[in-house]
């Protein structure tokens, strides 16, 4: 599985931000802030614990863009928890975005992050907050006692590409009423590199600098964000992809306990990362690649240049893949091990998928193309032994060619199923709300022409502002605009209902329903017509499948 998203990634960002799908440790980061006036959602200058920020001014909401949450993690720093940011005098200028953390980029550039970058000095957030008179034409009462909810995005990338200030979330701040919050977070060998003797120098362990990353960016919401009007209560983290893995894991980590009050999973929350061996075997692939060997490896590979890094993560013909490790004191465990045993945070939980996620890793892997003389073969390559049994069960016949049959089947075992499997975990002990995005016609381009339909990332322009897309096409904005108005509402009190939508039930163990989310209008899906559509009770019978390429 990790090896299509891996080589997933690139073509994510190619598609996802080149065709437009991009937008417009410490324990204390900082200290106490004193919230500004209500009044003040229109000024132009915030106080936080760090100092004074000068942000800017659109139609409805204003932006703090490129604020720091953590000491920049340079030299000594590499490979540790975070550490406080620097106060500063004066009012900073929050008017540009940080940059985005050292990634290679995507095959065509677009946003914040597609260039790739070097940079290690990234750790970096962007707050938006509605006007006065929008928060108070929306959410008039918490506007008027300064507690707008706060929405805290994760971005996804498979765990190496991206940036926060790809997203652009005008459209739930001004039709929600709510605070949003982007955030970048360490990534690739920089952000989950695992070694012994990394697990040794403190009491956090290795590879999972970027969650530890993430937790530090809410701690600084928890700590600043009532200057801002928002509510450090009442905080939701929501990401996609690496993203929605990620705000699973924090469900999951003992650290994270306190710092959000809701969760959004969008098409990630069970994706198994490394366990810690695994991690160390990464970690010392890496390290011999850089010519690190012996007692001084850490030291060795803390003198290397980041470019140096990043190349060797991707050369001699093998990438190496990067994702959180569990069995740590960070994530002791996988998330779907964790939601079976209730090993997570009780928080409500909105989660889903999109209806064709695979399709986009079967391009990447060029196997759309593939002719039908070659399907048993390439089902033997990316499953072995189970080749027999799952063709048995997406007979080639029923799909029409290869590429079809493959992404249902990536789909099915490495999206759809899980999150069924974690949304029933989890229904046990707390309030769920279950979705499926198909829209077949979402605004992605057909690359060699290959329709997308509602593949992996495919719901982010129905919820972001994302540059070079332009506006959403008409027949895809009545789903935009009801999309926006559940996940808002279900940040203001966990139940995304609200007046002017169709009525969303939430998921219950046994016999429930999902919200299908579709071009006419969202309704109601029948969990077990899901499973059934999905193949779950066979991949129920093999839930650890690895899907190789």
């Known amino acids: 599985m990790r090896s299509f998203l891996r080589r997933g990634s690139a073509v994510l960002l190619a598609v996802v931000l080149a065709a437009g799908l991009a937008a417009c440790s410490g324990d204390d980061s900082s200290g106490s802030s004193t919230p500004d006036a209500v009044g003040d959602l229109n000024a132009a200058v915030v106080h936080t614990a760090g100092g004074d920020l000068r942000g800017a001014s659109a139609e409805g909401y204003r932006s703090f863009l490129g604020v720091p949450f953590a000491a920049p993690p340079v030299g000594a720093l590499r490979w540790r928890p975070p550490e406080p940011a620097a106060k500063w005098s004066g009012e900073r200028d929050a008017t540009r975005a940080g940059s985005a953390c050292v990634q290679p ?10 260039n790739g970058s ?11 907050t509605p006007t006065a008179g929008t928060a108070r034409r929306t959410l008039p009462e918490q506007a008027d006692k300064g507690k707008l909810p706060v929405m805290v995005w994760i971005h996804g990338g498979s765990y190496i590409n991206g940036a926060g200030s790809d997203y652009g979330p005008g459209r739930l701040v001004t039709q929600g009423g709510v605070i949003v919050v982007t955030i970048n977070y360490r990534l690739g ?19 999972t600098y970027g969650l530890l990353d993430q937790q530090a960016a809410l701690k600084w919401v928890q700590k600043n964000i009532a200057g801002f009007g928002g509510d450090a209560k009442n905080v939701t983290l929501f990401g996609e992809s690496a993203g929605g893995g990620s705000v699973c894991a924090q469900m999951v980590s003992p650290q994270a306990k306190g710092l959000f009050a809701k969760a959004i999973a969008e098409s990630g929350c069970a994706l198994r990362g490394p366990t810690q061996t695994v991690a160390d075997q990464t970690g010392t692939a890496l390290a011999a690649r850089l010519g690190c060997r012996g007692a001084d490896v850490v030291a060795c590979l803390r003198a290397k240049p980041a470019a140096a890094i990043r190349a060797a993560s991707s050369s001699t013909g093998t990438s190496l893949t ?50 039908p003389e070659l399907y048993t073969t390439a089902l033997q390559r990316a499953t072995g032994p189970l080749a027999g049994q799952i063709a048995a069960q997406y007979p080639l016949k029923k799909y029409g060619t290869v590429g079809d049959a493959l992404g249902a089947i990536v789909t099915d075992a490495t999206f759809s199923c899980p999150a069924l499997r974690t949304n029933t975990a989890a229904a046990k002990r707390s309030t769920v709300y279950a979705y499926e995005f198909n829209d077949p016609n979402a605004p992605l381009p057909k690359i060699a022409g290959y329709p997308l339909k509602a593949a992996h990332a495919a719901e982010l322009p129905y919820l972001f502002d994302l540059k070079r897309l332009g506006a959403l096409p008409p027949a895809a904005q009545t789903l935009s605009r009801q999309m926006v108005s559940y996940w808002t509402s279900f940040a203001i009190d966990g139940d995304p209902n609200t007046g002017g939508v169709p009525k969303w039930a939430p998921f219950s163990p046994g016999g429930s329903t999902m919200q299908a989310l579709v071009p006419s209008g969202a309704k109601a899906l029948e969990a077990s017509a899901f499973g059934s559509e999905h193949h779950c009770d066979f991949w129920a019978q093999h839930p650890n499948v690895a899907l190789r390429s």
């Open 189 to 207: 060998a920089m952000g989950f590199l695992s070694l012994p003797g990394l697990s040794g120098e403190q009491p956090l362990g290795a590879g």
């Open 118 to 128: 070097t940079t290690e000095d990234c750790l970096y957030l962007n707050v938006y």
């Open 105 to 114: 980029g995507s095959i065509v550039s677009g946003g914040d992050s597609g």
């Open 322 to 371: 990067y994702a959180p490790a569990s069995g740590g004191p960070v994530l002791p465990t996988d998330m779907e091990s964790a939601f079976d045993r209730g090993a997570m945070q009780n928080v409500p939980l909105l989660q889903g998928t999109n209806h064709d996620e695979g399709r986009l890793f079967i391009l990447s892997l060029g196997f759309q193309s593939l002719g």
